[in-house]
């Protein structure tokens, strides 16, 4: 299993899906940056959310808010004192590692030296620090967010003051949050800053258990609509122990990554724990929330994992269309055809304003398709010595590799059919 992550790994460097981050000066751990593939699909991914969760809704709005905010909404939300990881130090290298992850990924060995000696735990806060203007000192200290919640919490007056929302609703967000990841990361499983999409539902408290089961489900046709096997993910719920310091209920959502089943989302019940900090009250009571928060690198993670499939004469990222990067290749049968190419060019301009094209001359046609199949692109379409009399192509489905002849009046409309279907 630990192969297959190699191999994910391997293929989304060498195609342009995700590169180590400042790769050049020899990185720095856990970061990765996104390459021209990989921004397709997290652009896809949250272009999706976006219009499930907030266009398709009456109940939902969306914001955007600042990742700096003033230090006391970290004061009163508790995340100066509670967004806490215990951590150790290995006596042998002096790296410095998370307990629980030290006994859950690392079977009490440090993964740098392999000692087993640890000094007592500490607690540490995984709030990364900065400063605002010149001075470095406490009165100029902010914090990046951690996780994109309390500026949704911060600004709930302003959003029932300038909508006509009634409760119970709720307030959608994407955004970058940082958190001082100290526990290497298994690729872009763990980062130090990383795209949360959350929502914050607010309720009355007495619905709490029906919105928290509605969430859930919700959470389950999501994933369902990205494609992910049903198979590869089970729901969890949080012992009291791990419960997060706002938190009365939370259920993970675990995908089987091949390093071991893990985190993908997750699911709170936050009570009124948030607005109560803030002082904030709606027509006389404090709302409760519940919380579905999905996070993007996990969602690419577990959808590579998902689709990537070995078969007998090629490798296919089975993607849905819709998360593919490329939806067309469109192909020259001959590259040192001009006519071919004028073609191949006309068609390739048709169809670029409309769906995420590209354009391969390189090699044979088998070359281009394997290459084509390697990153999830949907459709490819050839123009050869018959496009030239007939005005049609060849379209070559990703996964079941049929071909069929198309006029090329129509290809716009039978690419958006097999898109769609
Ligand atoms: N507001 C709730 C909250 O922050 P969380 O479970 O700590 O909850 C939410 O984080 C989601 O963010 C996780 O389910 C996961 O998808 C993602 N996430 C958390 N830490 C991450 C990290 N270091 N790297 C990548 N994704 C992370």
Redesign the pocket.
């Known amino acids: 299993m630990e192969d297959k992550m190699q191999k994910i790994v391997s293929l989304a460097k060498r195609r342009g899906f995700v590169f180590p981050g400042s790769e050049i000066y020899g990185g720095l751990a856990?970061t990765w940056d996104y390459g021209p593939l990989g921004i397709e699909m997290v652009n896809n991914i949250k272009e999706l959310w976006w219009q499930r969760f907030v266009r398709a809704r009456e109940d939902v709005v969306g914001i955007s808010s600042s990742i700096l905010m003033n230090p006391k909404v970290w004061q009163a939300s508790g995340h100066l004192k509670g967004f806490v990881d215990p951590l150790v130090e290995c006596q042998k290298c002096h790296s410095r590692l998370r307990a629980d992850h030290l006994k859950e990924e690392f079977d009490n060995k440090c993964p740098s030296c392999k000692g087993d000696q640890f000094s007592e735990e500490k607690n540490f806060n995984l709030m990364f620090k900065t400063f605002i203007g010149p001075v470095e000192d406490k009165t100029s200290t902010v914090y990046l967010r951690?996780?994109?919640?309390q500026g949704m919490f911060v600004n709930f007056k302003n959003i029932l003051d300038s909508t006509r929302l009634k409760m119970p609703f709720g307030i959608a967000q994407i955004g970058k949050?940082f958190?001082n990841?100290i526990t290497p990361?298994n690729f872009?499983?763990?980062?130090?800053e990383?795209e949360?999409m959350?929502i914050e539902y607010f309720i009355e408290e007495k619905d709490w258990q029906k919105y928290f089961d509605y969430w859930q489900k919700e959470m389950e046709k999501w994933l369902e609509q990205i494609g992910i096997n049903k198979k590869n993910f089970i729901v969890r719920e949080h012992g009291k122990d791990e419960l997060?310091h706002y938190s009365k209920k939370t259920v993970?959502f675990e995908y089987k990554y091949p390093f071991g089943q893990k985190?993908?989302?997750?699911l709170?019940y936050r009570t009124d724990y948030d607005l109560k900090a803030h002082n904030l009250s709606h027509e006389g009571f404090v709302p409760h929330v519940i919380?579905p928060?999905?996070?993007v690198?996990?969602?690419i993670l577990a959808l590579l994992c998902d689709a990537y499939t070995e078969e007998k004469d090629r490798i296919v990222l089975k993607l849905k269309p819709t998360l593919a990067p490329y939806k067309v290749a469109v192909f020259p049968l001959l590259a040192n055809k001009p006519e071919l190419v004028k073609k191949a060019r006309e068609v390739f301009e048709l169809l670029q304003p409309h769906l995420t094209t590209t354009w391969d001359d390189r090699g044979n046609i088998g070359k281009r398709y394997y290459s084509q199949d390697e990153i999830g692109t949907v459709a490819c379409v050839t123009i050869d010595f018959d496009s030239l009399e007939k005005d049609d192509v060849t379209i070559r489905e990703r996964d079941s590799m049929k071909q069929e002849r198309v006029k090329i009046k129509d290809l716009m409309k039978v690419i958006k059919e097999k898109l769609e279907s």
């Open positions: 856990n951690p996780e994109t919640a949050a958190r990841e990361g872009i499983f763990r980062v130090l990383f949360m959350e997060s993970d985190e993908l989302y997750g709170a919380e928060t999905f996070g690198s996990r969602t």
